[in-house]
Nanobody, 127 residues
Framework: QMQMAESGGGSVQAGGSLRLSCDAS????????VGWFRQVPWKEREVVGM???????FYAASVEVRFTVSQTDDKNMVFLQMNSLVPEDTAMYYC?????????????????????WGQGNQVTVSS
């Protein structure tokens, strides 16, 4: 199974910003939507945001306004811009793609159908 390649994680102080990148080029035309997710060891993986190929994006309530999902014109790269970071945003962040089925509803009931999970990128926000 093809894996997405994420990059851009790191450590930042509260109030700072980071941008994560996701290389979706291996899936190219087969993508319905690309999602961003995060996980801490003691919780289930949760959705952060999602972008349709059309460019319309949706966000989890906890990151609304602070985070932005975007993509390049050729849709090969998808980004997660994270502003006003707080310690609660500390997690391993992943991107994944849906190539079949539907990307609705939002937020998703589960992560079924998302594929291409990469190794993840650690984001650490200190207070």
């Amino acid at each position: 199974q093809m894996q997405m390649a994420e990059s851009g994680g790191g450590s930042v102080q509260a109030g700072g910003s980071l941008r994560l990148s996701c290389d979706a080029s291996k899936y190219y035309e087969n993508i319905l939507c690309v999602g961003w997710f995060r996980q801490v060891p003691w919780k289930e993986r949760e959705v952060v945001g999602m972008i349709y190929r059309s460019g319309r994006a949706f966000y989890a309530a906890s990151v609304e306004v602070r985070f932005t999902v975007s993509q390049t014109d050729d849709k090969n790269m998808v980004f997660l811009q994270m502003n006003s970071l707080v310690p609660e945003d500390t997690a391993m962040y992943y991107c994944a793609v849906k190539s079949a089925g539907s990307c609705w509803p939002w937020p998703p009931r589960d992560l079924t159908g998302y594929n291409g999970w990469g190794q993840g990128n650690q984001v650490t926000v200190s207070s």
